[in-house]
């Protein structure tokens, strides 16, 4: 079946430092991406949607300066949470649809970001 | 879905019962519903979906009933085991645009030998 693989699966770093998360397509094709985050005990919250070739389209409330989306190719996306502070400890997942509108997402295994 | 930023409300059953989470929606226009299961520290993992034109759908052990009139979703397990323990999600597709998915708020379910 569809695989997206993100990376890194953990990353702890300094305050005031920028991250980079990539999420991959691995054997499929995706003109669009998501990301989402997740806090502890809580559900997903979609912060943008990533366009191959375009811009990211952000959900109200997301800085875009401060989380970078890049959708370099068919199959990379790439976030970046420049200027990294503890309230932007979380866990964040990437997904990928395969193929028609009409096909579920599938999710990455996400990424535990962990700024000290 | 709706999700609301709470904690989430747990579901323990005994293994071998019938489990029901239930999910409610608030987007008259959402058209495809997808019922996601989330273990501990990984991503969400596709259960079943359903779109707006069913009110039923049936898979291998599980169920999805949608009841469009109150936005209504839920998802039925049969002879829950202890593999089924996990975070579940409701998701609904906003018709349009990237066609992106919101979720619910989630429930945990707890399955006991």
């Known amino acids: 079946g569809a695989v997206v693989s993100q990376h890194p699966s953990r990353v702890i770093c300094k305050s005031g430092t920028s991250v980079k998360i990539e999420c991959r397509s691995l054997d499929f094709q995706a003109t669009t991406m998501f990301w989402y985050r997740q806090f502890p005990k809580q559900s997903l919250m979609l912060m943008a949607t990533?366009?191959?070739?375009?811009?990211?389209?952000?959900e109200q409330g997301v800085e875009k300066d401060k989380f970078l989306i890049n959708h370099a190719s068919l199959t990379l996306s790439t976030l970046t949470v420049t200027s990294a502070h503890p309230e932007d400890s979380s866990f964040y997942i990437c997904?990928?649809?395969?193929?028609?509108?009409?096909?579920?997402?599938?999710f990455g295994n996400g990424t535990r970001l962990t700024v000290t | 879905g709706e999700s609301v930023g709470l904690h989430l409300p747990t579901l323990s059953v005994q293994e071998g019962d019938n489990s029901i989470i239930n999910c409610a929606y608030s987007n008259s226009a959402s058209d495809y519903f997808i019922w996601y299961k989330q273990e501990s520290g990984k991503g969400p993992q596709f259960i079943i979906d359903i779109r707006s034109n069913m009110d039923k759908r049936q898979g291998q052990r599980v169920t999805v009933l949608l009841n469009k009139t109150v936005k209504h979703l839920s998802l039925q397990i049969a002879a829950t085991q202890p593999g089924d323990s996990a975070v579940y999600f409701c998701?609904?597709?906003?018709?349009?645009?990237?066609?992106?998915?919101?979720f619910g708020a989630g429930t945990r379910l707890a399955v006991h030998p």
């Open positions: 998701a609904d597709r906003f018709s349009g645009g990237y066609n992106k998915l919101i």
């Open positions: 997904s990928a649809r395969e193929g028609q509108t009409n096909s579920p997402l599938h």
């Open positions: 990533s366009n191959e070739g375009s811009k990211a389209t952000y």
